[in-house]
């Protein structure tokens, strides 16, 4: 596990600890656009909600170098193309860092420079309407109807993937390889 957070990095090993999987991961604070392991380090990499908040070059070409070939990097990301959920974001701005940029799809076209494969679905449209309804029991009735809906419309509309709240990236053969220690 690794995060430039100290703190984020005790909740995680508290985590770790109360599933009983501590000695199981190496907890780390470091920063991902400068990770401190060689080359071809992982066969896999899973982050959620970190690369929104790194500089999307220096983060994916960091991945790519510590990926090993045949491996794969996955990612759960923030999506900022939703202006309902765009407005919320500037409502609330104590939830927010300074360093936040919520994907878009063009984003990818960054990925792509580093990765021979970068594969992306995108979830959550219609579904927030369920959001109000959290704290009741209709709510998981609601959602899992909803975002059967999403899927649904986001294969008949592709373009309306761009309007998600999240998107899940898969990246794979990676390209670059440059010359760290």
Do not use: K
């Not at 999987?21 to 896999?44: H, Q």
């Not at 059967?148 to 986001?154: E, S, T």
């Not at 761009?162 to 998107?167: F, H, I, Q």
Request: hydrophobic share 45%; glycine share 4%; with cysteine.
């Amino acid at each position: 596990a690794v995060d430039l957070s100290p703190i984020a990095i005790e909740r995680s090993r508290d985590a770790a600890r109360r599933q009983g999987v501590e000695d199981m991961i190496d907890f780390r604070v470091m920063n991902a656009e400068a990770l401190d392991f060689p080359n071809d380090s992982f066969g896999l990499i899973c982050g959620d909600g970190i690369i929104h908040h790194l500089d999307l070059d220096a983060a994916f070409a960091e991945v790519a170098r510590v990926l090993e070939p045949g491996g794969r990097a996955i990612f759960r990301e923030p999506m900022g193309h939703n202006p309902a959920i765009n407005l919320y974001r500037r409502l609330t701005p104590a939830e927010r860092t300074d360093d936040e940029h919520p994907l878009v799809l063009r984003d990818l076209d960054v990925a792509q420079r580093y990765f021979g494969q970068v594969r992306a679905r995108c979830f959550h449209v219609s579904v927030l309407g369920a959001i109000p309804f959290r704290d009741t029991r209709a709510f998981p009735y609601m959602h899992r109807a909803l975002d059967a809906a999403d899927r649904a419309l986001m294969r008949a509309i592709p373009p309306l993937r761009a309007w998600a709240w999240l998107m899940v990236m898969q990246l794979s053969e990676p390209r670059l390889h440059t010359a760290r220690p």
